[in-house]
Nanobody, 121 residues
Framework: QVQFVESGGGLVRPGGSLRLSCAVS????????MGWYRQAPGKQRELVAG???????NYADSVKGRFTVSRDNTHNMVYLQMNSLKPEDTAVYYC???????????????WGQGTQVTVSS
């Protein structure tokens, strides 16, 4: 079973930065499209950013120009660099494999523990 372990969240002031990491195990990472998702209180989980096996990128409009997704196939890691953070970025962030690059929906029906990002002054 593929497992996801997210880390790197925290409390940051508006305008600050954080770098999230996701360690993936149990699958063939280099063959997986990967995505970062987030869920804010009272809201549905949404795609934030994704990266294909070939390095093509996809971002939610709300984070374009501020967030950067990357992957390290040698170490089975995916990262999310978040700059110019806003209070509306506050959420629990998760990674998951992606079903396809058309829908960017998560492949697996389970999630890691996520990492909390709180943007507040």
């Amino acid at each position: 079973q593929v497992q996801f372990v997210e880390s790197g969240g925290g409390l940051v002031r508006p305008g600050g930065s954080l770098r999230l990491s996701c360690a993936v195990s149990g699958g063939i990472f280099s063959l997986e499209i990967m995505g970062w998702y987030r869920q804010a209180p009272g809201k549905q989980r949404e795609l934030v950013a994704g990266i294909t096996t070939g390095g093509a990128l996809n971002y939610a409009d709300s984070v374009k120009g501020r967030f950067t997704v990357s992957r390290d196939n040698t170490h089975n890691m995916v990262y999310l660099q978040m700059n110019s953070l806003k209070p509306e970025d506050t959420a629990v962030y998760y990674c998951n494999s992606v079903r396809d690059a058309a829908t960017w929906s998560p492949l697996y029906g389970y999630w890691g523990q996520g990492t909390q990002v709180t943007v507040s002054s």
